[in-house]
């Protein structure tokens, strides 16, 4: 019988599609004061991927939490998409992952202790695959199942990688395909076939591990990981006060059978609040697909990475090297505009 029991039927909401809106998460940040810890290299003023604090010796600390409500209906599936999602923070960082604690939330009334089992099951063989124990953690009992890990890594300080220092004439990439959002939507509904919903978390789960080697490329100026505030949330944060991008929407890679889903109008809430948040600072034209795809809340997403032209060969080496596919830029950074972002056909 538990393997029968849908776990996206049990939330309001999937995956990183839980986020807070932008608009409403900046009112709840607004009253954030200065950090004056010098050790803390990298606190909450840049909303970046997570906190580095500085121990000494050219080495800082990585510390990161994430967690969400189920994307998926597999209690194995949804446990590995979490542990890969907030591991992903660290990666995005250029740091290397050391052990992670869990955080789960179960409705113990509602659904079976086996399936929680199944949950940590899962995140403890994406562990295994990063290469770290799952240490502990900490369970309540809650209306909602919730789970994800609170990760902590490492970094040499000279490899550290933040999210709002690109260069201008630094071409993007993205390591993953998007459309997780629309897709856990359709999988809620009971829409997804069953053949793409494989292939997406197939995606989900695939590690961000080349974090590391991007970390140690100097070519690389900014690296961030694409998740609930879609791509073009996450590339207005990298262009920060005081850069613009171009996107080239030819090259950006998206699941292949997303149409299928689209024409039924399975569109997650967010994408509307992820645009309202941002639609002043978009430029370009802006067609339906593009809307929907770019806004797209992602969950356990790709890589996001600025690097500089004589950088540009060796991210196509690293991306061949493990099995992505997704060669060709898809946008560059460019001087302050009238647009932070503007949108290519």
């Given at each position: 019988m538990a393997n029968k029991i849908k776990l996206t039927q049990y939330s309001h909401k999937a995956g990183c599609g839980c986020k807070i809106a932008p608009a409403d998460l900046e009112k709840i940040l607004s009253e954030r004061s200065e950090q004056h810890f010098k050790e803390l290299l990298v606190g909450n003023q840049s909303n970046d991927d997570a906190a580095v604090w500085d121990i000494g010796g050219g080495l800082g600390v990585i510390n990161t939490v994430d967690f969400f409500?189920?994307?998926?209906?597999?209690?194995?599936?949804?446990?590995?998409?979490?542990?890969?999602?907030?591991?992903?923070?660290v990666y995005a960082m250029g740091g290397k992952p050391l052990f992670a604690n869990a955080l789960l939330g179960w409705p113990?009334?509602?659904?079976p202790l086996e399936?929680?089992?199944e949950v940590m099951n899962g995140a403890r063989e994406v562990c295994r695959n990063a290469g770290i124990p799952l240490a502990g953690g900490h369970s309540i009992d809650s209306k909602e199942p919730l789970f994800g890990l609170t990760v902590t890594g490492s970094v040499r300080t000279e490899n550290l990688k933040r999210n709002n220092l690109p260069q201008v004439g630094d071409y993007l990439f993205l390591s993953k395909p998007l459309g997780t959002g629309i897709m856990g939507?359709?999988?809620k509904r009971g829409l997804a076939q069953e053949l793409h919903a494989k292939e997406v978390v197939d995606w989900m789960c695939k590690l961000n591990s080349i974090g590391v080697e991007l970390g140690a490329n100097a070519a690389v100026h900014a690296l961030t990981d694409v998740t609930g505030f879609g791509l073009l949330g996450h590339l207005l944060e990298m262009c920060g006060d005081e850069f613009s991008a171009e996107l080239d929407w030819k090259n950006i890679p998206y699941f292949s059978?997303?149409?299928?889903?689209?024409?039924?109008?399975?569109?997650?809430?967010?994408?509307?609040?992820?645009?309202?948040?941002?639609?002043?600072?978009v430029g370009g034209v802006i067609e339906m697909e593009p809307f929907q795809i770019l806004n797209d809340p992602q969950t356990s997403g790709g890589l996001l990475i600025a690097v500089s032209p004589e950088g540009v060969s060796s991210i196509r080496?690293?991306?061949?090297?493990n099995n992505i596919p997704f060669v060709e830029p898809i946008g560059r950074i460019c001087a302050r505009g009238e647009k932070v972002v503007l949108l290519k056909a």
């Amino acid at each position: 019988m538990a393997n029968k029991i849908k776990l996206t039927q049990y939330s309001h909401k999937a995956g990183c599609g839980c986020k807070i809106a932008p608009a409403d998460l900046e009112k709840i940040l607004s009253e954030r004061s200065e950090q004056h810890f010098k050790e803390l290299l990298v606190g909450n003023q840049s909303n970046d991927d997570a906190a580095v604090w500085d121990i000494g010796g050219g080495l800082g600390v990585i510390n990161t939490v994430d967690f969400f409500m189920p994307i998926v209906d597999d209690a194995f599936d949804f446990g590995r998409i979490a542990a890969t999602n907030a591991i992903s923070d660290v990666y995005a960082m250029g740091g290397k992952p050391l052990f992670a604690n869990a955080l789960l939330g179960w409705p113990i009334e509602t659904l079976p202790l086996e399936l929680a089992t199944e949950v940590m099951n899962g995140a403890r063989e994406v562990c295994r695959n990063a290469g770290i124990p799952l240490a502990g953690g900490h369970s309540i009992d809650s209306k909602e199942p919730l789970f994800g890990l609170t990760v902590t890594g490492s970094v040499r300080t000279e490899n550290l990688k933040r999210n709002n220092l690109p260069q201008v004439g630094d071409y993007l990439f993205l390591s993953k395909p998007l459309g997780t959002g629309i897709m856990g939507t359709a999988i809620k509904r009971g829409l997804a076939q069953e053949l793409h919903a494989k292939e997406v978390v197939d995606w989900m789960c695939k590690l961000n591990s080349i974090g590391v080697e991007l970390g140690a490329n100097a070519a690389v100026h900014a690296l961030t990981d694409v998740t609930g505030f879609g791509l073009l949330g996450h590339l207005l944060e990298m262009c920060g006060d005081e850069f613009s991008a171009e996107l080239d929407w030819k090259n950006i890679p998206y699941f292949s059978f997303l149409d299928t889903y689209l024409k039924q109008n399975i569109i997650p809430d967010n994408t509307y609040r992820n645009w309202n948040a941002w639609e002043h600072k978009v430029g370009g034209v802006i067609e339906m697909e593009p809307f929907q795809i770019l806004n797209d809340p992602q969950t356990s997403g790709g890589l996001l990475i600025a690097v500089s032209p004589e950088g540009v060969s060796s991210i196509r080496t690293l991306f061949t090297q493990n099995n992505i596919p997704f060669v060709e830029p898809i946008g560059r950074i460019c001087a302050r505009g009238e647009k932070v972002v503007l949108l290519k056909a």
